[in-house]
């Protein structure tokens, strides 16, 4: 088929890429996060990292449009704007180490790091010290850099708002509202970094229209979730994407 030769995929790896993103979207409008994590994790297996970053950047930023009549009141813009200053830094860095370094290396510390504070959560550890302006700023600095190396820059973040015992709904729309910012930043520094061309926008323009679909799906599922649900769902998804992404950077050695 012609139209393949756009993507530079098989006819199998176009219908992967489908499903991914429609359960990777359902994920995003249930959580406010955990789109990126799902899509590195299955497109790994058929792209290389550098090309799978400006992917997921650019679906990022348009999933993020269609969550807003969902958590626009729900957002916490103070927070987002001391996380988002850190971002800025720690994104460039990123970008750049992407080119540098290995990624699959990054990837497995933290995967690692993010089980470990998953299963401390899950006993019940808080800590309301780290709620601090400190604090935010060097989460944001964390997450940039990630989000630039490993598009996993959202897990930080999420582990920060559960550690400081935030309301899930206020957690959801404040991370929404903070990739949005974060993606557009990030995508204009890959674009300028020569990692995208034009196969990241045939690649990328098809998949939109599954984005709504699925944030319609995982918000229903949140409005119908109470708080101790949406904290279990989001430990378990975290210590799972990890494990998966553990189990997929020692598949590729």
């Known amino acids: 088929m012609d139209f393949l030769s756009y993507f530079q995929l098989s006819l199998v790896e176009v219908y992967f890429v489908i499903l991914t993103v429609f359960i990777a979207s359902i994920i995003r409008g249930f959580n406010g996060f955990g789109f990126s994590a799902t ?9 290389p990292a550098i090309e799978i970053v400006p992917i997921i950047l650019a679906l990022e930023v348009a999933i993020s449009i269609f ?11 103070k927070f987002v704007f001391k996380i988002l200053l850190g971002i800025i830094i720690g994104s460039p860095i990123g970008l750049y180490l992407l080119k540098h370094l290995n990624p699959q290396t990054i990837h497995l510390s933290v995967c690692l790091l993010i089980i470990f504070f998953s299963i401390l959560l899950m006993t019940g550890y808080t800590n309301q010290k780290i709620n601090n302006n400190y604090g935010k700023f060097f989460t944001g600095i964390i997450s940039g850099t990630l989000n630039g190396l490993t598009t996993l820059g959202g897990m930080p973040v999420a582990l920060f708002l559960l550690v400081t015992s935030i309301q899930p709904a206020i957690i959801r729309g404040s991370l929404a509202a903070l990739f949005f910012l974060t993606d557009i930043y990030a995508f204009t520094l890959s674009f300028f970094a020569g990692i995208v061309d034009i196969t990241t926008f045939y690649r990328t323009l098809p998949l939109i229209i599954i984005l709504p679909i699925g944030v319609f799906i995982g918000n229903k599922f949140f409005v119908k979730s109470k708080e101790e ?18 189990f997929n950077v020692f598949n590729n050695i």
């Not at 994790?41 to 058929?46: C, D, L, Q, T």
């Not at 969550?67 to 813009?77: E, L």
């Not at 989001?234 to 992404?245: D, K, P, Q």
């Open 229 to 246: 649900t949406y904290r279990k769902v989001v430990f378990y998804f975290l210590i799972f994407i990890s494990l998966f992404g553990i």
């Open 67 to 77: 969550m807003i009549p969902y958590i626009w009141n729900k957002i916490d813009w």
């Open 39 to 47: 899509c590195i994790s299955g497109f790994s297996f058929i792209l």
